[in-house]
């Protein structure tokens, strides 16, 4: 597929740009081109060099790939942004081998974390560690008494949370997904349906300031990959937030309202 590039066009709107490379335009009609030209924020010009130079003045910027290949920018239907910003700011536990692995990153985290502040995990699979189990409620404690701490699985069903933790996001031991022992204890694992609420509070800790430099950093990480435009699906006020800050982030932006299923019995009433 060639070399994705990424091109930050910041140009005034009488401004033309002329790249040239190994176009693909995803135009059945006509897959590949020589250059293509750009005024102002649209393509205005494909074809062949020969084709778009026509009409080229003085001010025209020339960007020559040398037959580096040039796509059109990604779209990317279906994303989360500030839950994935979450996880680019988390431990990535994706590559443990051990549950005393989790705990040692848990612990060095910590350390440079401030006191009460939360230290996440995110990626980790139970079934790709040696113990092939969660880590549980007390020896994440161990690992820290400071701070809650919550890891989240790599499929987004299930959490980890110590004691602290278990506090913060407001859970008690009766709630339809809370995971207890022989002695109707908690674990320390959380599955649906209650872990969708504990996703949702995580994206929603911290204020809006910080959610907007969350939004820029995941929205940097999309360029470098070619995404160009995000349909994120957030709740109302994430929503809300993300279309009164459209224009100060560098990617397109398509917001999706995130709807939690009602269940039946509240259907019923």
């Known amino acids: 597929m060639g070399e994705i590039i990424e091109l930050e066009l910041k140009v005034a709107m009488a401004l033309d ?3 040239k490379g190994n176009v693909i335009t995803v135009d059945n009609q006509k897959p590949r081109a020589e250059a293509f030209r750009i005024k102002g924020d649209k393509i205005v010009s494909v074809g062949s ?3 778009v130079e026509q009409g080229a003045g003085k001010a025209t910027e020339v960007l020559d790939f040398a037959g580096k290949t040039v796509l059109p920018g990604f779209v990317d239907t279906h994303t ?12 990535d ?3 443990v081998n051990s549950v005393q692995e989790v705990l040692i990153k848990i612990n060095q985290r910590a350390k440079t974390t401030p006191s009460g502040k939360l230290v996440f995990g995110c990626e980790f699979n139970r079934l790709m560690v040696s113990e092939k189990r969660f880590p549980y409620l007390n020896e994440l404690d161990a690992a820290s008494l400071a701070h809650p701490t919550a890891i989240q699985h ?3 069903h299930f959490f980890m949370l110590n004691s602290l933790a278990f506090k913060l996001f407001g859970l008690n031991k009766e709630m339809d997904g809370v995971i207890k022992d022989v002695n109707g204890n908690p674990t320390g694992v959380i599955e649906d349906p209650i872990s969708t609420d504990i996703w949702n509070k995580l994206v929603n800790i911290g204020d809006d300031n910080e ?6 950093a995941v929205s940097q990480a999309f360029l470098k990959v070619g995404i160009t435009t995000a349909h994120t699906k957030e709740n109302l006020q994430d929503v809300i937030l993300i279309m009164k800050n459209l224009e100060s982030v560098p990617v397109r932006i398509k917001p999706m309202l995130f709807f939690y299923p009602l269940k039946a019995e509240k259907l019923m009433k």
């Open 17 to 19: 740009i002329i790249i």
């Open 49 to 51: 060099i020969k084709e």
């Open 80 to 91: 989360h942004m500030l839950a994935t910003s979450r996880n680019m700011l988390g431990i």
């Open 93 to 95: 536990l994706s590559s």
């Open 154 to 156: 790599f499929d987004t």
């Open 211 to 216: 959610k907007l430099e969350a939004l820029q």
